[in-house]
């Protein structure tokens, strides 16, 4: 298969996810739907949480998506002896000059991998906030701006409980997606397998650029313009509703969440093809743009009921456009439909 030369590839959102599918898809195996919602998140100003045991290449997903794209990376390995400053910056005195010198952090990055972010303390956590949120970050007094785009990809596992810090609501509500990263089934393993076999040095270095800046300019420009009806709109609006009053659920998803779920649909739709949103665009994203957000009830834990659980009762329960009662089903987490 010939790589895509950045220059060739389509102005749009379908030739930028294209491209960069196909090229992270020669060290990637099984993980397209990851590739496909960064992709969303992408072009629509999102932040990504991935969550996974150890060992299914939450990091590396990150990184060959960002060579791809051609977005400037750095990865910061988060621990509970992480400083804010060792994320943001800090002024270093010269002894040369005679002078402090502002020293830029890593986040100064077009995508900033936080590698295990639930290691670092909420001290260190909140110190992305401004950045995830405001797209600038303020050092000893003085405000400045991030590169664009800019975009933060935090990992996590979720079987360590020992030495780590749960993300606080605020936090997770800024990540617009959160994707789980799973197990491979047998016949992706051994895919695994074999194309590691053929070649040892398989890996992040292997991928290239094959998205141009303007392309990425170009994609996002089509996604604000895609057309969302009304009754798409109503869907979203409900879904989220539905949320906030569901007896499982002690808060709901925020109006962060109906932003995300109109952005993130567009996208969705667009690089898909489609000039126009629909309801299977919500369906397919309702579990990652809901189930981080949602805190449920004392009840609800301690009877094991899990957010994935509460956001396909919601997908079960509110009607899409155009459906007669009882006619639909619940859509999984990761269904690409």
Do not use: C
């Not at 952090?105 to 401004?130: C, M, S």
């Not at 780590?164 to 799973?182: G, H």
């Not at 292997?206 to 141009?212: K, L, N, R």
């Amino acid at each position: 298969m010939s790589r895509n030369d950045p220059a060739d590839v389509e102005l749009t959102p379908s030739g930028v996810y294209d491209a960069i599918r196909d090229e992270t898809g020669r060290v990637l195996v099984g993980n397209e739907t990851v590739i496909e919602r960064l992709t969303i998140a992408l072009l629509t100003r999102g932040h990504v949480l991935l969550e996974g045991v150890p060992g299914v290449a939450k990091t590396t997903i990150a990184t060959l998506f960002a060579r791809a794209s051609g977005l400037s990376h750095r990865r910061i390995q988060m621990t509970p002896d992480i400083l804010p400053a060792d994320i943001t910056g800090t002024h270093v005195y010269r002894e040369n000059i005679g002078e402090f010198e502002l020293t830029r952090g890593p986040v100064f990055t077009n995508l900033v991998v936080a590698d295990e972010i639930n290691r670092a303390t909420p001290k260190t956590q909140a110190a992305l906030l401004e950045a995830m949120q405001e797209r600038h970050v303020t050092i000893e007094g003085k405000t400045l701006a991030l590169p664009t785009p800019f975009m933060v990809v935090a990992t996590q596992n979720p079987v360590e409980m020992e030495g780590v810090f749960e993300l606080p609501e605020a936090q997770r509500d800024r990540f617009q997606l959160k994707l789980t990263v799973s197990l491979p089934d047998r016949e992706v393993e051994r895919e695994l397998l074999e194309r590691f076999d053929t070649d040892p040095e398989l890996g992040p270095e292997t991928i290239e650029q094959v998205v141009a800046p303007n392309a990425l300019l170009a994609a996002r420009e089509t996604v604000a313009d895609v057309h969302v009806s009304e009754p798409v709109k109503s869907y979203v609006l409900d879904l989220v509703a539905a949320s906030r009053t569901h007896p499982d659920v002690s808060h709901g998803a925020s109006p962060r969440a109906t932003l995300a779920f109109l952005n993130a649909t567009k996208a969705r739709a667009a690089i898909h093809g489609r000039e126009y949103v629909i309801p299977d665009d919500a369906k397919a994203l309702a579990q990652p743009i809901l189930a981080h957000r949602l805190v449920l009830s004392t009840d609800a834990e301690l009877s094991d009921v899990v957010a994935t659980d509460v956001v396909a009762d919601l997908l079960e329960s509110v009607d899409p456009p155009g459906a007669e009662p009882d006619e639909h089903a619940p859509v999984g987490a990761d269904d690409p439909a």
